[in-house]
């Protein structure tokens, strides 16, 4: 989901980090998607002011869109077996609804990937993983945190989640027709294995599964700013009495 990734719990270090290598692999992993992100946001702004448009954008950005985040696959693993304290089927969740919607809807229906909403998603998505790795990569190193880091990951999701759940709803609905029409990834009865898909009707519960999702999601990133921003202003003045 758009993830937005203010979407997922705080993870301010790993599980393991008294592993030098565990420590090495995770500062190489987030540096090197933090490095990928930055890319997509330099050639979305190249493509934007010297082109005067955004159309074609998506296939300017594609391929180091679509490695950055299928790479995010392997964050699932790493919760999964404890290098960063996170709810392994929460990230799960977070990172199907993102490569589905890259792969599933976006690559299959290439007229999905025109057009206002596309920026919109894709616009959350970079601004929101810059800040995320960045943030994760300044958690395994000693001391801690930049404030304007943790400031940002903290509040730019308020405007950044809706903006991205609202550009990837409206991309789903722009694959519909297409989908429905050309009866993609679907199968009908009778078959030999005696079952149905719809990949149409799929796609409308991918949609509808966003409603109680979403708000779920979005309170409990306000909890954690409460919490994550409120304890530094508490530490901050204790700081300045001392």
């Given at each position: 989901m758009a993830s937005t990734s203010p979407a997922k719990p705080a993870s301010s270090g790993q599980g393991k980090g008294g592993n030098a290598f565990v420590k090495a692999y995770l500062v190489a992993y987030n540096v090197g998607q933090m490095l990928g992100w930055l890319?997509?946001?330099?050639i979305m702004l190249s493509h934007v002011f010297t082109k005067r448009t955004v159309l074609g954008l998506y296939k300017q950005v594609e391929d180091i869109l679509l490695i950055c985040q299928t790479a995010a696959v392997l964050e699932i693993l790493h919760?999964?077996?404890?290098?960063?304290?996170?709810n392994w089927l929460l990230t799960a969740f977070q990172v199907y609804s993102r490569v589905f919607l890259l792969w599933g809807?976006?690559?299959?229906?290439?007229?999905?990937?025109?057009?206002?909403p596309v920026?919109?998603?894709?616009?959350?998505?970079?601004?929101?993983e810059i800040v995320r790795y960045s943030f994760y990569f300044?958690?395994?190193?000693?001391?801690?945190?930049?404030?304007?880091?943790?400031?940002?990951?903290y509040t730019f999701f308020i405007l950044l989640y809706p903006i991205g759940v609202t550009g990837e709803l409206m991309s789903i609905f722009a694959a519909l027709p297409?989908?429905?029409k050309t009866n993609m990834y679907s199968f009908d009865l009778p078959n030999k294995y005696n079952v149905s898909f719809s990949y149409f009707y799929y796609l409308c519960f991918i949609m509808?599964?966003?409603?109680?999702?979403?708000?779920?999601?979005?309170?409990?990133?306000?909890?954690?700013?409460?919490?994550?921003l409120g304890r530094r202003s508490i530490e901050g003045a204790q700081k300045k009495d001392n």
């Amino acid at each position: 989901m758009a993830s937005t990734s203010p979407a997922k719990p705080a993870s301010s270090g790993q599980g393991k980090g008294g592993n030098a290598f565990v420590k090495a692999y995770l500062v190489a992993y987030n540096v090197g998607q933090m490095l990928g992100w930055l890319a997509l946001l330099v050639i979305m702004l190249s493509h934007v002011f010297t082109k005067r448009t955004v159309l074609g954008l998506y296939k300017q950005v594609e391929d180091i869109l679509l490695i950055c985040q299928t790479a995010a696959v392997l964050e699932i693993l790493h919760s999964m077996v404890g290098l960063v304290r996170s709810n392994w089927l929460l990230t799960a969740f977070q990172v199907y609804s993102r490569v589905f919607l890259l792969w599933g809807v976006i690559w299959s229906v290439p007229a999905a990937s025109e057009g206002v909403p596309v920026v919109m998603w894709f616009t959350a998505w970079t601004i929101t993983e810059i800040v995320r790795y960045s943030f994760y990569f300044f958690s395994l190193l000693p001391g801690e945190v930049p404030y304007f880091l943790v400031w940002f990951r903290y509040t730019f999701f308020i405007l950044l989640y809706p903006i991205g759940v609202t550009g990837e709803l409206m991309s789903i609905f722009a694959a519909l027709p297409v989908v429905k029409k050309t009866n993609m990834y679907s199968f009908d009865l009778p078959n030999k294995y005696n079952v149905s898909f719809s990949y149409f009707y799929y796609l409308c519960f991918i949609m509808v599964s966003y409603l109680p999702v979403f708000p779920q999601l979005y309170l409990h990133m306000f909890s954690q700013r409460k919490k994550v921003l409120g304890r530094r202003s508490i530490e901050g003045a204790q700081k300045k009495d001392n």
